[in-house]
């Protein structure tokens, strides 16, 4: 290859420097410019096959650091090593070519190798690595130190197990200089609970001539440290020259790798375990691989071998909603429902409510391979709901409707009456008194009393209402005309001529009523109670005025309203 061009990559980092790169007639001569403006820099010198080779004596170099090592492979991350093979290909086409790695000693520095072709003047490739961000950085003098330990070796031996012969990468493997493992049985090196095994592996080699036995074992290195090697024993006692060649390949970085995955999959299994909700994986085929034990106290289920097993008491309600989710995930599609189980263990049918989150896991393709599924008991917190939506809908009294829940369904009601709307005000007479006299727990006895008969007057459909202190309303949809309003309040007034139980006795309660009624949608809910509250105060001035009237029952007056 001719090297009487100058590489536009070489020459814009010649630029770059303040280097003319007119003076540099051809690419080596320019690289050479670069090296002579980087005193401090990395530099090396590679063979043909990729691998470092010693710098030629003829390179100038200056303060230069050479890089030692195989190959620029081993110092680069994993992410980046496609594109320096790539980078070497194209070096030899173009005769350079510079290229931005990161390094694994620093990842965070990343780092501008340029290469040049300088075979024919000095038989190798030389490169050049500085600081991407700056043309005159320094890198750090660690850099490019040390020498990748081999992972493979060659090992001698005699029908004995005897050591006969080493090769150096055994010494730089294991630590160890030759004439200390020579003349050694092998067995002294193997880790005393691996000995059993090297001892049957090697007897079953024996009895093989011109066959091979692979085994794993812990071998002793010079520093006392075990490392892991599998070692494949290849029985040549039969040749002219008997012996055995063991071929070591280090697998302790391997077996790290599954032991740091063993103990993470143990610690995820023990917080599983910790976790106060049911924990399943399973396959695509629905079966399950792993089910905590929490699993089977929430769904009742012990030992199931599939999630539709393990969901078996789920409600028929809930079936398909499952189902439908099951299959989603199964598909890519993360899930979170809402399910209810049959409480296990129960003689009183109780229902479990349960929250499932369902999440897909994929492989580097982006297929399912399987689902984690989550169960978590969420019955305590329906309950509290349930109980905090009560308080702030129903009087803790009487169990009738709160003014806030009342108006809100009078609300309703008004925004489609359908045929009619009509509303029943009641204020009890004279409650002041049995509050006085008896007690106020005797007022909350007969409050609660009011409250049963008026359940027992009004139709199913129709709302009862504590305004507050002795003041109640109910509202009746679908009430055609006034006359179907006064219906309700006649047997409001029959009900209450029965009288209510206070203690041990029976009180006959009396009331004001007013009754109002509107088709209109505009009218608004706090017309139609004001009408029907002056309604029931006229009834209750009139019933003042006259001594004569019997306070055994009510008056009922009703208004019809008219919004224009």
Not at 499 to 525: C, F, K, L, N, Q
């Amino acid at each position: 290859m001719s090297n009487n061009r100058c590489d536009a990559t070489v020459a814009n980092i010649l630029v770059e420097t303040d280097i003319d790169a007119a003076s540099a007639p051809d690419l080596v001569t320019g690289f050479l410019s670069l090296m002579a403006a980087h005193p401090d820099a990395w530099v090396a010198a590679i063979g043909e096959a990729g691998i470092l080779v010693p710098m030629p004596p003829t390179v100038p170099l200056d303060r230069h650091r050479v890089v030692v090592g195989r190959s620029l492979l081993d110092m680069v991350l994993p992410e980046d090593k496609v594109a320096v093979i790539n980078s070497w290909d194209a070096s030899g086409l173009t005769g350079s070519l510079s290229m931005t790695v990161r390094l694994l000693t620093d990842p965070d520095q990343p780092i501008r190798v340029t290469l040049v072709d300088a075979v024919e003047r000095f038989g190798v490739r030389l490169a050049i690595m500085l600081p991407a961000d700056g043309a005159r950085g320094r890198l750090a003098s660690s850099s490019f130190d040390g020498t990748p330990l081999p992972r493979t070796a060659r090992v001698r031996k005699d029908a004995r197990a005897m050591i006969t012969d080493v090769d150096h990468a055994t010494t730089q493997i294991l630590g160890w200089a030759p004439e200390h493992i020579v003349d050694r049985r092998s067995l002294e090196l193997i880790h005393p609970d691996d000995q059993d095994r090297a001892i049957s592996n090697w007897m079953e080699m024996l009895t093989a001539p011109g066959q091979s036995q692979r085994v794993r074992l812990r071998h002793l290195t010079a520093d006392g440290a075990w490392v892991w090697m599998e070692i494949t024993n290849h029985n040549h006692l039969e040749d002219d020259e008997p012996y055995v060649l063991a071929e070591m390949l280090d697998i302790s970085e391997e077996l790290a790798a599954q032991e740091a995955l063993r103990a993470s999959e143990q610690r995820l299994r023990r917080l599983a375990e910790a976790l106060p909700l049911g924990v399943i994986q399973i396959r695509t085929d629905r079966t399950i691989s792993y089910a905590n034990e929490r699993t089977a106290a929430i769904t009742g289920v012990a030992a199931a071998e599939s999630i539709d097993a393990q969901f078996d008491n789920v409600l028929p309600a809930d079936r398909v909603l499952l189902d439908n989710a099951l299959e989603a995930v199964l598909d890519g599609h993360d899930q979170d429902l809402s399910i209810r189980f049959r409480a296990p263990d129960t003689v009183r049918h109780e229902i479990l409510h349960t929250m499932v989150s369902m999440r897909a896991t994929t492989n580097t393709t982006g297929a399912v391979t399987d689902a984690i599924v989550s169960v978590a008991d969420v019955s305590e917190q329906v309950r509290m709901t349930a109980e905090l939506k009560r308080r702030a809908t129903y009087d803790a009294l009487t169990g009738c409707l709160n003014r806030s829940a009342l108006m809100a369904r009078l609300d309703e009601a008004l925004r489609d009456p359908g045929v009619g709307v009509g509303l029943v005000y009641l204020d009890l007479d004279e409650f002041k008194e049995i509050n006085d006299e008896r007690g106020h727990a005797a007022g909350d006895a007969v409050l609660r009393g009011v409250a049963s008969r008026l359940a027992e007057a009004v139709r199913v459909h129709d709302l009862i209402g504590r305004l507050g202190g002795d003041e109640f309303v109910v509202v009746c949809r679908d009430i055609a005309d006034r006359d179907g309003a006064l219906q309700v309040g006649t047997r409001i007034e029959a009900a209450l001529a029965r009288g209510v139980a206070i203690r041990d006795e029976r009180v006959v309660v009396s009331a004001s009523v007013g009754v109002a009624h509107t088709t209109d949608p505009a009218t608004s809910s706090d017309r139609l109670i004001a009408e029907a509250d002056t309604q029931m105060y006229t009834e209750k001035r009139r019933r003042k005025r006259s001594p004569e009237h019997t306070p055994n029952g009510p008056t009922v007056h009703s208004a019809r309203l008219h919004v224009v």
